[in-house]
T-cell receptor
Framework: NAGVTQTPKFRVLKTGQSMTLLCAQDMNHEYMYWYRQDPGMGLRLIHYSVGEGTTAKGEVPDGYNVSRLKKQNFLLGLESAAPSQTSVYFC???????????FGPGTRLTVT | AQRVTQPEKLLSVFKGAPVELKCNYSYSGSPELFWYVQYSRQRLQLLLRHISRESIKGFTADLNKGETSFHLKKPFAQEEDSAMYYCALGGGSNYKLTFGKGTLLTVNP
């Protein structure tokens, strides 16, 4: 099992550009999450999904959109990137709500 | 509202010394507490959870509902324990975990 994978690993964007981060899990988990990690801020939840076809807002959803068209994939989109979105993005999944989460390796995004 | 507080951003100890990373939580329901560890530039990994009552890599944590704490302890720190540690709160009807801001542990030789 690959667990949770993320693509790409690194990306540099210019302000205003758009991109999509892909998260995939092969554990048949219902719940998937997108976090951003910033120094001194810990992990902050951007969006999450409780099943295929569902999405919900987390703590810091502004500037991001998500989609969960297939159970194993959770996409995070930035429509118009801003320097404030420079961060490390982690995807995670879990079997049950409020349960242990399995994390991907992260995507390091820089917006100039 | 649920909240997790890790009061120490940084903690530095010498090899062989005891270490305690503090975690306090605020939650009205029945909590599930976790400790995650993140080694340099790696993904977060589950270290332990309170319901398993295990000792992983020599670390233990006891849930104290009276003090609403879930402190992580190790009697003899090793250099390879140097990492960022996150306390997380779940449980009940929560779909998600609430993470603390993390404590960066450095174990000096």
């Amino acid at each position: 099992n690959a667990g949770v994978t993320q693509t790409p690993k690194f990306r540099v964007l210019k302000t205003g550009q758009s991109m999509t981060l892909l998260c995939a899990q092969d554990m048949n988990h219902e719940y998937m999450y997108w976090y951003r990690q910033d120094p001194g801020m810990g992990l902050r939840l951007i969006h999450y999904s409780v099943g295929e076809g569902t999405t919900a807002k987390g703590e810091v959803p502004d500037g991001y959109n998500v989609s969960r068209l297939k159970k194993q994939n959770f996409l995070l989109g930035l429509e118009s990137a801003a320097p404030s979105q420079t961060s490390v993005y982690f995807c995670a999944s879990s079997w049950q709500r409020g349960d242990e989460q399995y994390f991907g390796p992260g995507t390091r995004l820089t917006v100039t | 509202a649920q909240r997790v507080t890790q009061p120490e951003k940084l903690l530095s100890v010498f090899k062989g010394a005891p270490v305690e990373l503090k975690c306090n939580y605020s939650y009205s329901g029945s909590p599930e507490l976790f400790w995650y560890v993140q080694y340099s530039r790696q993904r977060l990994q589950l270290l332990l959870r309170h319901i398993s009552r295990e000792s992983i890599k020599g670390f233990t944590a006891d849930l104290n509902k009276g003090e609403t704490s879930f402190h992580l302890k190790k009697p003899f720190a090793q250099e390879e324990d140097s990492a960022m540690y996150y306390c997380a709160l779940g449980g009940g009807s929560n779909y998600k975990l609430t993470f603390g801001k993390g404590t960066l542990l450095t174990v000096n030789p």
